[in-house]
């Protein structure tokens, strides 16, 4: 049998191989050029980003000195800052922490369970006006937060939520105060629909022609395979009412009720601001955010693929 092998010496020396040959290292030298660029200005974007975060951290853990100049490490280093945090404020520190976990706990439940509800009909059940109602939800999301702080207030004082009748029905409305204004959520709203809509419909079929009602095809077929959704919203939800601030100094009456973004204004004096104190207690409310979010990463970036390819 004929060997049809072309020689080496034959592709060398052919011209076009060697065009392309050329070509192709081009264009692989001009890729790597245009990766190391881009990589380039994401690490500059993600430098400036992050240096207001360090800027915090340095300075909360300097004992003195300017807190204005710009830094990259610290003159000294003392925790007294982030002692004084726990012992020269008015309010008790762990109180704070204790109400932003109560809140971040109703507000997620709440949130959470009325978006998976919502979004179900809006995206599986067919009745007239469901486009309708759903696009005129969502053109809602174009107004600020603050365009309804009036009516929300309004409503939460015609709910008796800020009544004062025992300390500990006190506590408890004070709590719903906070969550109920944010517990319906057109960001959740949308997200969880998207999710279903990327379930199959012959599984939502099969569980009707089984005799499933459908409270039970959304708890037993939609729930679990809109798990990353859910988990991701969750986590976008924990770190809204963790770091909730301008509605709980609004409403709350009782400073000692105040989470702990909104209470750390209580590190400031009458006449004097410790404002390395409240750096330390910046840095101490973010821990939380970065380890829920640290455990949850896989799940919010698998859940908010999920709902935007749906």
């Known amino acids: 049998m004929p060997d049809t092998t072309l020689p080496q010496t034959a592709l060398i020396s052919d011209p076009h191989a060697q065009l392309a040959a050329q070509l192709k290292t081009q264009r692989q030298r001009r890729e790597r050029l245009r990766n190391a660029a881009a990589y380039a200005v994401l690490i500059l974007i993600a430098l400036i980003m992050l240096y207001p975060f360090y800027w915090t951290l340095v300075t909360s853990l300097e004992p003195t000195g300017n807190i204005y100049e710009a830094k990259i490490l610290p003159t000294a280093l003392s925790l007294r800052n982030y002692l004084e945090v726990f012992s020269g404020t008015t309010v008790p520190f762990w109180r704070l922490i204790l109400n ?107 569980a009707r022609i089984d005799g499933a009602r459908e409270l039970t095809i959304w708890r037993r077929i939609m729930l679990p395979l809109a798990t990353p959704t859910i988990a991701a919203f969750a986590i976008l939800e924990f770190v809204a009412y963790w770091n909730s601030f301008l509605w709980a100094r609004v409403m709350l009456p009782d400073k000692n009720m105040l989470p702990l973004s909104a209470g750390l204004l209580e590190l400031s004096g009458t006449f004097s601001t410790n404002s390395r104190a409240v750096m330390a207690g910046a840095v101490i409310t973010i821990i939380p955010i970065l380890i829920v979010f640290l455990l949850g990463q896989k799940y919010f970036m698998k859940g908010l693929e999920g709902a935007v390819k749906g």
């Open 100 to 206: 932003s976990v109560i809140i971040c706990i109703l507000g997620v439940t709440f949130t959470t369970t009325l978006a998976t509800l919502a979004a179900y009909p809006l995206a599986r059940m067919r009745f007239p006006g469901r486009d309708l109602i759903f696009y005129s939800i969502l053109i809602l999301m174009v107004l600020p937060n603050e365009a309804g702080l009036i009516v929300n207030y309004i409503t939460t004082i015609k709910l008796g939520l800020l009544a004062q009748t025992s300390p500990l029905a006190d506590a408890a409305r004070q709590y719903l105060a906070v969550v109920l204004p944010g517990a319906a959520s057109i960001v959740g709203l949308f997200l969880l629909r998207q999710a279903y809509l990327g379930i199959p419909q012959e599984l939502i079929e099969a």
